[in-house]
């Protein structure tokens, strides 16, 4: 137990979505830890699945795993990179979840035949969802997802002013984002809209105590100062939070500007000046980097990147790794029919992804990356998928394949193990969280990770069939990376191949910008060494030859 009182900070948004609230709680939560401070976080949901698990990419962007197996909120992905806060089922909370929780207890009789309402037995259940997140921490950030005014956010709004009153005033925090838009046709910065959503909230009984405010240039004292008088803050607690070229960038800006010195003020919090040296470091190395590494990812979900938001930063932290800027081209597998489109790359990538839709277009990419030597990493179905080309091309198992994809097909290298098929509900089925793994010594994932004994975190429901792993083995391919007891595959690689490997879980979760996830670090590496390859093959550019030294 942290022997100060914990201290709450709650994020809200105006306006409209899309300003990286998500991003802004995880930067002020890296400035409060570089001020020796413990963080977490909650992110609370006003929508009424009760996880995004069953929520399709398109709407929702990744579903994010956490070590315990909840499928949650994307913005704890940046949350969990931005800082060392360990996060779990108790920091990411759905109104359907707390609505789930309200009615079965209903159900069980525990309110006494009394009527059950918003307020006070849905408001009292995410105030005790905000008190059991922050429990241990000095500060936990409390992200409330949606837009100040949305219908749904009303209990969220309600629980957090009230929660007020019971934590106590100097130990609460309201931070209001919103965007202070530049208007062309006047050449002027708009600042209504930051007093309309101020004015929103008041309505509902809160008042910010700091507004970042999102734009795409700085403002002026004198902009600060009507923000400040309209919307009643002090001058200094009106924060600009400009585009960046990279997320980060964004604790170093929000520091410049003096953000966390004034929370610490806000909340009376007594810390020393923050520690941002590895921040400032990583920001000059990713500006001194000249050497841009191309790495092709062959998905589904190609128009909506968010989708693979912990993936593309893994592999742009592989990058900080080697001084390397990772560059992504996405590639829709379902127009991938011919993968001659990929040879200029310097490393392929396929990533986690369900259903039928675009797989041979990705069978099609892990061929071409194996039979022409391209570094190749395998994504949880980018792993499965890699298993069904190697039989049907390598082994000789023609039409191997997923049940999932093909349920009739002769071969069911990939398939649901005795006791899974009776699943019928969809939500929290899947293998979620950590799981120990057992990697070959001397295997290229072994020596990646410099240890045998891993744990890396699932989300998926089919398996390896083990009844297959002879076979496939006698064609060349290793399973480097097994279940404790030998039964599941969980790493596969090739041996003869510069760079082919995947796993069925999921690396990208655990990847950070200060210690990148190996697996990504060695796939850069190996991408960089292909690229110099061909540059010295080409005989041309000495630059990205030397450049390469860097990366090797
Ligand atoms: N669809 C596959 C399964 O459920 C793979 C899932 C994934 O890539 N995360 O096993």
């Known amino acids: 137990m ?11 948004g105006g306006v409209m979505s899309s300003l990286g609230k998500g991003l802004a709680s995880a930067s002020i939560g ?18 009424l699945n009760v996880d995004p698990g069953t929520m399709n990419p398109f709407q929702h962007g990744e579903v994010y795993v956490t070590e315990d197996g909840a499928e949650t909120d994307l913005d704890l992905g940046h949350y969990e990179r931005f800082t060392n806060a360990r ?3 108790v920091n990411n909370m759905t109104a359907g979840r707390i609505y789930d929780s309200v009615l079965s207890k209903e159900r069980r009789g525990d309110y006494l035949g009394g009527t059950v309402q918003v307020i006070p037995h849905v408001t009292d259940a995410i105030k005790e969802a905000i008190l059991a997140a922050g429990q241990d921490a000095d500060v936990i950030l409390v992200e409330i997802g949606g837009t100040v005014g949305d219908i749904e956010s009303l209990p969220f709004l309600e629980a957090i002013r009230q929660f007020r009153a019971d934590a106590g005033r100097e130990n609460c925090c309201f931070i209001h984002v919103a965007p202070v838009l530049y208007q062309s046709t006047a050449g002027e910065l708009k600042t209504k809209p930051v007093q309309h959503s101020v004015k929103e909230l008041q309505t509902v009984g809160l008042a910010p105590d700091i507004i970042l405010c999102r734009t795409d240039r700085f403002l002026s004292k004198a902009i600060k100062a009507k923000i400040a008088l309209f919307c009643n803050v002090d001058e200094d607690a009106v924060i600009t939070a400009k585009d960046v070229d990279s997320i980060y960038e964004v604790p170093l800006t929000f520091a410049k500007e003096n953000l966390d010195e004034k929370i610490a003020q806000v909340l009376n919090m007594w810390t020393g000046r923050p520690d941002l040296r590895h921040w400032e470091r990583l920001h000059n190395t990713r500006r001194n980097t000249e050497r841009v590494i191309r790495i092709g990812m062959i998905g589904k979900y190609v128009d909506l990147t968010e989708s693979y938001k912990s993936l593309n930063e893994a592999l742009y932290h592989g990058g900080f790794a080697c001084a390397a800027d990772v560059q992504i081209e996405y590639f829709d597998s379902e127009k991938l029919i011919d993968a001659k489109v990929l040879s200029e790359l310097d490393g392929i990538l396929v990533p986690h992804g369900f259903g039928s839709r675009g797989v041979e277009g990705k069978i099609r990419a892990i061929r071409f990356a194996r039979e022409n030597e391209i570094p190749f990493l395998g994504i949880c179905f980018g792993m499965q998928l890699a298993c069904c080309e190697f039989a049907r091309h390598v082994a000789g198992l023609e039409g191997a394949n997923s049940t999932e994809v093909d349920p009739d097909t002769p071969h069911p290298i990939i398939a649901l193990l005795p006791g899974q098929e009776e699943i019928e509900d969809k939500g929290a089925t899947m293998r ?35 009844e297959y792993r002879d076979r496939l083995q006698r064609a060349g391919l290793l399973f480097s990376g097994s279940s404790p007891d030998g039964r599941l595959a969980e790493v596969i690689e090739l041996p003869s191949h510069p760079f082919f490997v995947a796993s069925q879980f999921h690396p990208e979760f655990k990847s950070k910008p200060f210690d990148p996830h190996p697996l990504f670090e060695a796939f850069v590496r190996a991408a960089g060494k292909r690229q110099s390859a061909q540059a010295a093959k080409r005989g041309t550019a000495s630059g990205a030859a030397s450049g390469a030294a860097a990366a090797e």
């Open 432 to 466: 979620l969280g950590a799981y120990p793994c057992v990697l070959q010594p001397g295997s290229k994932s072994a020596e990646a990770y410099g240890t045998t004994e891993i744990s890396e975190r699932h989300r998926h429901r089919y398996e390896f069939n083990p």
């Open 87 to 89: 996060l779990g089922k």
């Open 2 to 12: 942290s022997p100060r009182p914990t201290k709450y900070i709650f994020v809200t």
């Open 30 to 47: 890296a400035l409060l830890e570089a001020r020796s401070l413990g963080v977490t976080f909650l992110k609370l949901d006003p929508y």
